[in-house]
DNA sequence: TGAACACATAAACATATGTTCATATATAAT
DNA sequence: ATTATATATGAACATATGTTTATGTGTTCA
């Protein structure tokens, strides 16, 4: 349909489908939440992090043992788990000197499982 | 217990917990999973991308469609739906000189639903 | 055939990101 | 009090990443 076609300034094309741009136009959740949402799997997508949930799903560990297991120095560790506790991913308790980090939440599990479920099917 | 106490070199500190380093250790998928994991998070990690995946769960749309619904222009969404289509979260097909991209895969929505579910409880 | 259009892509650029190094903080032990 | 240890953090650095610009490719239409 000819009478469909828009131009848009942004973009030196003209749109094609105008019914299908305002349906998505219409179901798209607020700039906020698409953000917030890729801020979070941007913090899954990194292979430390990523290492150290998956550590943190068999037990509570401290930062030293986190280090060890993944063989990095404690600094890049503490680095990881901050962008972690940000993102309310992981929590921790404070004994003495040990701090103890855990899973904050029981859907990370649910996201990391998907994506496996999609990696290995392809 | 003292005896658990080993020094690594990769870390200045020494293992407290030998054994919930051990039994993460052994949980633990392969590397090449993991690095494909966060690859694939990585992915859903940027604003663009998930307006554009967010999009595609209404309709199918062509890349002048997104790149008006977006704003954003031509070549950008175009680079884009390349490293979704590298990921194999969205496929297309071609009519003459448009192409249409769609959603490759039925739990895309289920990654993305589960991140949401996670950023709307804290 | 040639112009117009939809899309892809390479290069360049600015910005974001992860790790390291050095150092600070807090607690425990001597 | 001093030392050792576990962790946190700021700065510096190298690398990765997203967008723009320019241009190439393939298709349609006049």
Do not use: W
């Amino acid at each position: 349909m000819e009478e469909n076609r828009v131009s848009i300034e942004s973009c030196s094309c003209s749109i094609i489908h105008e019914d299908a741009v305002s349906k998505a136009r219409n179901s798209m959740p607020e700039e906020e939440t698409l953000y917030d949402l890729a801020e979070l799997f941007k913090v899954f997508g990194d292979t430390t992090r990523i290492k150290i949930l998956c550590a943190l799903f068999e037990s509570e560990m401290c930062v030293c043992d986190i280090a060890a297991l993944l063989s990095m120095n404690q600094s890049a560790i503490s680095h990881q788990l901050r962008v972690l506790k940000q993102a309310s991913l992981v929590k921790y308790r404070k004994e003495g000197k040990v701090v103890y980090y855990s899973l904050d939440d029981e859907h990370v599990k649910q996201i990391f499982d998907q994506g496996l479920v999609h990696i290995r099917e392809r």
